[in-house]
Nanobody, 119 residues
Framework: QVQLVESGGGLVQPGGSLRLSCAASGTILLIYSMGWYRQAPGKQRELVATITYSGNINYTESVKGRFTISRDNAKNTVYLQMNSLKPEDTAVYYC?????????????WGQGTLVTVSS
């Protein structure tokens, strides 16, 4: 069974920084892409950033220049460094991965980690 475990959320003041981590575990042959999504109260889940196995990166416009996504393929882990945080970044952040398991290809979601930006 493949699962994603996130860590690193919490409460931070505006202008502060947080680093999220997401580790995939289980029987994994290859992780095609890994990414972060977020869902603010009363809003739909939205893409934050994605990174492919080869390192191609995509960011939503509102986080460009502030957030950095990276991954360690040897550890099956993706990171999201969040700087210059704003109150509007407050949301539950979810890790998502497109994974090749032995028998089939899977889309897997993490359980979510809460990020609160407030003074």
């Amino acid at each position: 069974q493949v699962q994603l475990v996130e860590s690193g959320g919490g409460l931070v003041q505006p202008g502060g920084s947080l680093r999220l981590s997401c580790a995939a575990s289980g029987t994994i042959l290859l992780i095609y892409s890994m990414g972060w999504y977020r869902q603010a109260p009363g809003k739909q889940r939205e893409l934050v950033a994605t990174i492919t196995y080869s390192g191609n990166i995509n960011y939503t416009e509102s986080v460009k220049g502030r957030f950095t996504i990276s991954r360690d393929n040897a550890k099956n882990t993706v990171y999201l460094q969040m700087n210059s945080l704003k109150p509007e970044d407050t949301a539950v952040y979810y890790c998502n991965s497109d994974i090749q398991a032995p028998l089939r290809r899977l889309e897997v979601w993490g359980q979510g980690t809460l990020v609160t930006v407030s003074s």
